[in-house]
Structures are given as C-alpha cells and as structure tokens.
C-alpha cells in the first residue's frame, strides 16, 4: 500500500524561512536608508540652535539698552554683535561664541555655513546672514 505525501514536512518548512530571513537581512539596508534623514534631522537641529542663539544675543542687547554696545555678556563669555541690531557677527567670536555648537564644520562669512558631521558641503547645511539674523536649513541633497 502507497501513500502519497501531502504538503512539505517541519524541516523543509525551517529551511524555506531560514533562507528567507538570510535574504531579509541582507536586502533590507540597502532598501532603508536612513543616513540622509539623520543628516536632515543634524541640519534641522543646527538651524534651531542657531535661532535660538541669534534671539538670545539680540534679546540681550535690547535689554542693556545701549545701542551702540558691539558685546554682549553670555555669563561671562563676551559675544561680538553688530551695533544698532544686536545680530551676532558672523565670525567666531559672535554667532560661534553664542552658538557653540560642537561637531559642526563652520565657514565663517557674511553668509556663514554650519555643516553637520558628514555632511555634504553644498547641499546640507544650517547657513546664517549675519547682516539680517537670518537662519535658514538648506537640505537639498541630505
């Protein structure tokens, strides 16, 4: 007497999802990259922190009341701003001192960059106009 044989037996069936978990985990990073939303989310927090600097600075200025002042007391750290706004100068000694920001790339100018720790130069940076106070997180290619 036969007997046919229906479906697949336990140790073939372990060896199918064994197979296909190997597959999995070997697919799934090149399918899920999340590199470029972590250097994304990096810009995003640069550009905060540099608002909140530039409203720190110009806030404390406004309080002292002089508006020929060109320094602001950070708790003993003197911060460079301009005279008449209370922006922080764009060099290191006025949005980097306020800033400090740490593991950042900066470029120090009339326009200055902040790029995040690999990040791409052109394309994904927090950039601040020391003439205007404006911060702006440009993430075109994060």
Do not use: H, W
Not at 65 to 91: K, R
């Amino acid at each position: 007497m036969s007997t046919k044989q229906k479906g697949f037996t336990l140790i073939e069936l372990i060896v199918v999802i064994v197979i296909l978990g190997i597959l999995a985990a070997t697919a799934l990073p090149r399918f899920v990259n999340l590199g470029g939303e972590a250097r994304s989310a990096a810009v995003d927090g640069i550009a905060g922190g540099l608002r909140g600097a530039v409203n720190l600075a110009q806030a404390k200025y406004l309080a002292v009341g002089s508006s020929a002042a060109t320094t602001v007391d950070f708790n003993g750290t003197n911060v460079t701003v301009a005279a008449g706004t209370g922006f922080p100068t764009g060099d290191a000694g006025g949005i980097g001192t306020a800033a400090q920001l740490e593991g950042v790339t900066a470029a120090y100018g009339a326009t200055s960059t902040f790029i995040p720790s690999g990040g791409n130069t052109t394309n994904c940076v927090a950039t601040y106009v020391a003439a205007t106070g404006a911060v702006a997180a440009v993430k075109g290619g994060c």
